[in-house]
């Protein structure tokens, strides 16, 4: 089989399940796909994501001491700037807290930056040079 | 607009970026769809993957002090339990640096976990519960 250009699973390590399920599902409107005590997985576009309970996520890795806040970004794009603004505002009423509140970065478009309850940073951003089907998928674009 | 369930980027802080460009692009046979002196981008399935210098982020992210090894993992899933094994293998030729050898976890299938340079873990499956298709899309599965 040919190496696809492919990730199945984003995992990120948390403490306190109830808390992470108000960001995602009341701040970004997501419905999880499968849940019990120590995961929550939602169907995203083309792969996984899944929010497990941090000592669950080092024992699976076999290492102990993840630190946050990681060297990583997630990035959601919208349909506008105006949106930006609004699902900021959601995320933050679902216990996010701002880190950059949105602004013109250098390349162009309109973003902004708010960390998850375990200080997971989400860019929450409009790049219309970043095409986006029905589907969510997304195409890199040169801006 | 309905709130999508997508992630648009996954963007990696990283040192250096040659040492990552090889992990990347030896190791797991990708090819860039844009690189620059601070970023390479990946086109994936569906979203996009960026290589970003980590001084970058943080100043993008407006916060500094990005932590490694952080409380993620991204995970590839692979047609077989061999392909497993020759991802890992391939990827460690490349710099990266196991943490977990390939082995059976309890909820069945097979896996390992390894570091990229800048130790970021990647996990890689075997799990033939979650179906990929043509285009590298992965679907849950109750497995």
Redesign the interface.
Known sequence: ?D???????????IADQARSRRFYTDG????P??ENEEII?????????GLFS?PA?ET????Q???????????????SAE?VDS?MDQLEKAGGRV??APDE?PHGGYRG?IADP?D??W?I?W?DA?P?DE??????G?G
Chains 1, 2 share one sequence.
């Open positions: 089989m190496m696809q250009q492919q990730v199945s699973v984003i995992t990120l390590g970004f409107g997501w419905t796909v499968f997985f939602f169907q995203m576009n083309g792969f996984v994501l941090k996520l699976d890795m076999n290492r001491g993840l630190a946050t806040p990681g060297a990583f970004a997630l990035a959601q794009n919208v349909a949106e699902v880190l950059r970065p930056y375990d997971h940073a860019e951003a790049n970043w986006i589907h969510g998928h997304v195409t890199f040169a």
